[in-house]
C-alpha cells in the first residue's frame, strides 16, 4: 500500500470513529466545538472568555485542550470555573476522534450541553481530522496577515465560523479586514466572519451564541466540506 492510500485509511478510520462520536454525543445533548487556529492566535485567551462567560450565564459547558506538552492551557481555561482537562499528544500535530473519545470516557459532566475543544495550535494536520463536531470554528489574529485564508484553504475552507482575534490591535498591526474577509469568502463563501477580542470582550458572547445555536440545530450543520478521501461514515460504535 503507497503512503497516499495509507494516509486516506486513517482518514478514513477517523470519519468513522468522528460520526459515532457525533452521533453519541447528540444522543447526550452534547455539541462539540473543535477551535483550531495557528498558535499565537490567542484562542487560549478567548475560549477562557467564553467559558468564563457560559459560567456566568448558567450553560453547562466543559473543555478539552490539546498540546504537546505542559497543562498550562488547562491550568488557564480552569480559572472560568468550567471542567477542563488537557490531552497531551506527545508531539502529533493534531488531535484525532480516538482521543477525544478516550478522554471524554468517565469524564464529561452529565448535563454539558457544549462541549468546546482547542485543537493543537496547527493550520495544517488539524484540518484533516473531524473530531465530531457540529461546528468548526477557525480564529486568525490580525498579526498574521490578510492572505492567511489562501495559505490554509483547507483550514478556512471546511469553517463554519471564522474569528477574527485581537481586534484591539489591529489598526497598529495594519490590519487590512477588508482583503482578509474577500480571501476568507474566496475559499469558503458565504461564512459568517466575527471579530473578537479577549482584551475587551468583543465577540465573546456571540461566539457562545453561535455555539448554542448549533446545538439547538439552528445554523452550522455537518457535514464539514468534504476531503480528498471522500470517504463515507458509517455507525455502530459503543456510547460514552
Given amino acids: ?17 468522528a460520526a459515532d462520536l457525533r452521533g453519541d454525543l ?20 478567548l475560549l477562557g472568555r467564553v467559558l468564563a462567560r457560559a459560567v456566568e450565564r448558567g450553560v453547562p459547558v466543559a473543555a478539552l485542550t490539546a498540546d504537546l506538552a505542559t497543562e498550562n492551557d488547562a491550568v488557564r481555561l480552569a ?17 484525532e476522534a480516538r482521543q477525544v473519545r478516550t478522554r471524554l470516557t468517565g469524564w464529561l459532566p452529565a448535563d454539558t450541553a457544549v462541549l468546546f475543544v482547542e485543537n493543537v495550535g496547527n493550520l495544517v494536520c488539524p484540518a484533516a481530522y473531524d473530531l465530531g463536531e457540529t461546528l468548526r470554528v477557525v480564529l486568525m489574529a490580525v498579526t ?19 474569528v477574527i482575534t485581537k481586534t484591539d490591535l489591529a489598526e497598529p498591526a495594519g ?16 461564512v459568517e466572519i466575527v471579530r473578537s477580542s479577549a482584551r475587551t470582550g468583543t465577540g465573546v458572547g456571540t461566539l ?31 456510547a460514552l
Wanted: with cysteine.
Fill in 79 to 95: 480559572r472560568s470555573g468550567a471542567p477542563v482537562q488537557q490531552v497531551l499528544t506527545d508531539g502529533l500535530c493534531h488531535l
Fill in 1 to 17: 500500500m503507497c503512503r497516499s492510500d495509507v494516509k486516506q485509511a486513517v482518514l478514513a478510520k477517523n470519519d468513522d470513529l
Fill in 175 to 190: 490590519f487590512d479586514e477588508s482583503a482578509f474577509r474577500t480571501n476568507v469568502h474566496r475559499v469558503n463563501p458565504g
Fill in 144 to 162: 498574521e496577515g490578510e492572505d492567511k485564508p489562501l495559505k490554509y484553504p483547507t483550514a478556512f475552507g471546511s469553517a463554519h465560523l471564522v
Fill in 26 to 45: 447528540a444522543r447526550q445533548g452534547v455539541t462539540v466545538v473543535n477551535l483550531l487556529s495557528s498558535p499565537g492566535s490567542g484562542k487560549t485567551e
Fill in 208 to 238: 457562545l451564541d453561535r455555539a448554542l445555536a448549533a446545538r439547538d440545530g439552528g445554523l452550522h450543520q455537518p457535514p464539514l466540506a468534504p476531503r480528498p478521501h471522500g470517504h463515507h461514515h458509517t455507525a455502530g460504535a459503543p
